[in-house]
Nanobody, 125 residues
C-alpha cells in the first residue's frame, strides 16, 4: 500500500534553513503527483509546492517562491523540500502528499489521496 513518511522537521532560527524528506513506498514517484502542504497553528492546511505528474516540473505557492525548493530522488523514492530563509509565517506541520490519478498537480487539499503523518517545523525569532 502507499505510505509516505516525513522527517527533517525541527527548530530553526528565523532566516535559517531546513530540509524535509518524504520517503514514499507502494508506488513510483515518476509519473505521479507529489508535494507538500503546510498547516500553521489554528489555520487551514495550504499547498506549498508540488511536482507535476505531467512533466515532473515544480510549482510553488507565492509565499515560498524563491525560498523553498522541491525535488525528488527516483532511486530512493524520496521527495525533498528544502526550505531557506525561514520566516515567522513558516512554522507548523508540513505534510507530504501523493496521488496516483491526478493529472498535473493541485493546490486543493481535497484533491490528494495520500498523506503522510506530518513533520513539525518551529521557527524562533
Amino acid at each position: 500500500q502507499v505510505q509516505l513518511v516525513e522527517s527533517g522537521g525541527g527548530l530553526v532560527q528565523a532566516g535559517g534553513s531546513l530540509k524535509l524528506s518524504c520517503v514514499a513506498s507502494g508506488f513510483d514517484l515518476d509519473g505521479n503527483a507529489v508535494g507538500w502542504f503546510h498547516q500553521a497553528p489554528g489555520k487551514t492546511r495550504d499547498g506549498v509546492s508540488f511536482i507535476s505528474s505531467a512533466d515532473g516540473s515544480a510549482v510553488y505557492a507565492t509565499a515560498v517562491e524563491g525560498r523553498f525548493t522541491i525535488s525528488r530522488d527516483l532511486a530512493t523514492s524520496t521527495v525533498y523540500l528544502e526550505m531557506n530563509n525561514l520566516q515567522p509565517e513558516d512554522p507548523g506541520v508540513y505534510y507530504c502528499v501523493a496521488d496516483l490519478e491526478m493529472l498535473g498537480y493541485s493546490f486543493y487539499r481535497g484533491a490528494w489521496t495520500y498523506w503522510g503523518q506530518g513533520t513539525q517545523v518551529t521557527v524562533s525569532s
